[in-house]
């Protein structure tokens, strides 16, 4: 039996018929009265945005917050290989379930059901939708959009636009957001980081934030509140996250009393530029599209190894026959197109075992030799012809001449605020969508299901879902930012800049964070056990006091400060680091991306634990310095036949 406090809202009846069945119950607010209430929206990624010029389109008025200079920097644009749609355009025999199907084995099935087929569902109206505002989606030569395929699936159901979809599908976005924001529905705040959710009378009812050109601390009242933020990845110092993603807004909220579920899904990506030196603060991701074409392969031989590190020989010389395309030879079914958690852990695997083929042992080959000759130069070019340019500005050495070198890094993260059918999180009036929430991609997500996800969520879902609670308010009055609950929030936020101000200490805000990395990458990374997880925990309190003690944050709170912004996210991140510890130290099992040492099969495959663990696990903050509170949302699985994650045959 689920938590009485977990009350997910997912409706009756037969699995197809859900989302129909929930939009027939929601109540519509009238035209006239959506001029009456007012809805923040904070980040303007492709959840962001999306909701926000949705929410404007139907005449609420929207108030729209993000970090960087323009709504259209978020990190929504770094993505690169595509979106999923179940259009079945390839006549491969796609369909919404088989997509549905997809991507509850790929989250090795602690998603929800219900959410995820809704997405399925959806879709393939988002493919339309994006079509409609001038999305240049790749074309097969009759017009048709063309489709490749991504991890995890024996389809091609991924829509691109040539390795920079996000970017695409953002400013599309963003075009339908300028349109509002022109109109009058929407009102923009860019440099506007949210420091404080606040809450009146139980309700999420509007935000603290600081201007981040001038330092003012400013209040923002609405009726609900979204957030957009995106996820937590940058916990680990080093990902393939943009610079300013953090976790801080999901924290606040969590500190309000919005529940944060399965914090210890992260996913950890198998191509990425492997790790160069330690004056790195970001890593490059190659594109999942990538597997596609390219092979993934280390020397079968020791002595191939250490000449390679030596630089006696190059990649290229090493015969066929002295290969080891691993995931080849262990996922015959799926091959190169293994889902990410599994090729990363069979990276790592050969990378232990003394195979890695850079100086630090800590790399594997993905080669495009093969598809070069079967395809041709200008086809390869075509489809991925700026990621190999990307790849040679980085590395200095042509992928057209030898494989690219890849590892794992951390890229995403698949738990985050617990929402409901609805996507409202346990606070009333505050909603929780794109990467923020943890609805959909259960232990692991799979490629291309990011951009498809934070779309649906705000073109489709939230738009409506909102009505339902906001029917409730248009007879309530503008929220008062004069309210006791703003002042003490303000003064809260106020409290913390000058508590990080007066450390005064030596050290830099990004010192400490990387030492976060190391105790994150090291004892909640790939590879997780009991004992290590522990001591993650206790690392992770001795820096937090660290930093207390020794921070140093120049300059001061009246200025375009980014030391302070840094501090500010880094006080978060050691709080989600830790809760992720814990999470991952409860949930005794090995499942998607979280991989316990102590459960796996001989095969150093995943061992799930279904009787205990088929749950989603939900932390209710209790305090500063006190544990957080578990509470269990159970997973039923009714329209899908639960099994071991199974990619060999
Ligand atoms: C390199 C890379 C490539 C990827 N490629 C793909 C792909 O091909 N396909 C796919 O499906 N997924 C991909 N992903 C994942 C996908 O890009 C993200 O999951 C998705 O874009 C997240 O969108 P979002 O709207 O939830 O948040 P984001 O795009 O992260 O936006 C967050 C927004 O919140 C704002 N914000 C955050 N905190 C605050 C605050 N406190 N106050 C005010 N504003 C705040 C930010 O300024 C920003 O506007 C990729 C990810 C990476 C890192």
């Known amino acids: 039996m689920s938590d009485p406090k977990l009350i997910s809202k997912i409706p009756e009846g037969p699995l197809k018929d ?79 379930y088989r997509l549905f199907y997809d991507t509850i084995k790929g989250g090795d099935y602690r998603s929800r059901e ?74 923009s705040y860019p440099r506007h980081e949210m420091l404080d959710l606040v809450i009146i009378n139980g309700e999420a009812k509007g935000i603290i934030a600081r201007n981040l050109v001038t330092g003012e601390i400013e209040r923002f009242g609405a009726h609900a509140v979204v957030l957009a933020t995106g996820g937590y990845g940058n916990t680990y110092f080093l990902s393939t996250n943009a610079m300013n993603s953090n976790g801080s807004a999901a924290m606040q909220a969590y500190r309000k009393g919005a529940f944060f579920a399965n914090p210890c899904f992260a996913q950890i990506h198998p191509t990425c530029i492997p790790v160069h ?28 190894v250490l000449k390679l590190r030596k630089h006696e020989i190059k ?39 003394g195979f890695g083929v850079n100086e630090t042992g800590l790399a594997v080959f993905l080669d495009f030799a093969d598809a070069i000759k079967r395809l041709g130069h200008q086809r390869v070019q075509e489809r991925y012809g700026n990621l190999f340019d990307m790849y040679e500005k980085i590395t200095s050495s042509s992928p057209w001449e030898e494989p690219m070198m890849i590892y794992p890094a951390i890229h995403y993260t698949m738990g985050g605020l617990w929402v409901d059918y609805d996507l409202q999180t346990t606070i009333p009036g505050l909603y929780a969508i794109g990467e923020a929430n943890f609805s959909d991609h259960g232990g692991n997500r799979l490629g291309a299901s990011a951009l498809m996800q934070g779309l649906a969520d705000g073109y489709f879902i939230l738009p409506y879902t909102i009505g339902d609670y906001l029917s409730h308010k248009f007879a309530e009055p503008k929220t008062d930012t004069n309210a006791p609950e703003f002042d003490a929030a303000e003064k809260a936020v106020k409290e913390r800049i000058a508590k990080i101000f007066a450390v005064k200490g030596t050290e830099t805000v990004d010192s400490i964070h990387k030492k976060l990395g190391h105790i994150m990458w090291e004892y909640v990374g790939m590879a997780r056990n009991e004992a290590g997880l522990k001591k993650g925990i206790e690392e992770i309190g001795k820096l937090r006091e660290e930093f207390w003690k020794n ?37 005794k099992e090995s499942c998607g991306g979280h991989f ?15 009787v205990n663990f088929m749950y989603v696990g939900a932390w209710e903050y209790k305090g500063e310095g006190k544990e957080p509170e578990l509470h269990k949302e159970d997973l039923k699985y009714e329209n899908i036949k639960i099994a071991t994650r199974n990619y060999k045959d």
């Open 114 to 187: 219900a959410n995820v087929y809704r997405l399925a569902e959806v879709s393939a109206s988002i493919i339309d939708q994006c079509v409609a505002q001038g999305v240049p989606f790749a074309r097969e030569y009759g017009g048709y959009l063309a489709n490749r395929s991504f991890g995890g699936v024996q389809v091609s159901r991924t829509f691109y636009a040539r390795g920079q979809t996000g970017q695409q599908l953002l400013l599309g976005a963003y075009a339908s957001l300028n349109k509002e924001i022109a109109n009058g529905t929407v009102k």
């Open 315 to 353: 990649a290229s010389q090493i015969p066929e026959e002295d290969r080891d395309y691993y995931l080849e030879r262990r996922y015959p079914a799926f091959g190169n197109l293994v889902p990410r958690d599994v090729a990363s852990r069979a990276a790592k695997e050969r990378c232990d075992a």
């Open 551 to 587: 921070v140093r944050v120049p300059g001061t709170n009246e200025e375009f400060n980014q030391e302070l912004e840094k501090a500010l996210r880094l006080v978060d991140f050691f709080d989600i680091g830790e809760l992720m510890a814990r999470d991952a130290l409860h949930r």
């Open 277 to 304: 030196g330690d004056q790195q603060c970001k890593l490059t991701l190659m594109s999942e599209s990538l597997r596609n074409d390219g092979r993934i392969w280390v020397p079968k031989k020791m002595e191939d």
């Open 596 to 610: 316990r040492e102590e459960m796996q099969t001989e095969e150093g495959e995943t061992k799930r634990d279904d």
């Open 18 to 96: 859900k989302w129909s069945k929930r939009k027939a119950e929601i109540r519509i607010v009238s035209p006239n009265n959506k001029r009456k209430l007012e809805v923040i929206v904070v980040g303007t990624g492709l959840g962001g945005a999306s909701a926000a010029a949705s929410l404007g389109e139907m005449g609420y008025n929207v108030k729209i917050f993000c970090i960087s200079d323009s709504p259209r920097r978020a990190h929504s644009i770094a993505a690169q290989g595509g979106i999923n749609a179940a259009k079945n355009y390839q006549n491969d025999n796609d369909s919404i």
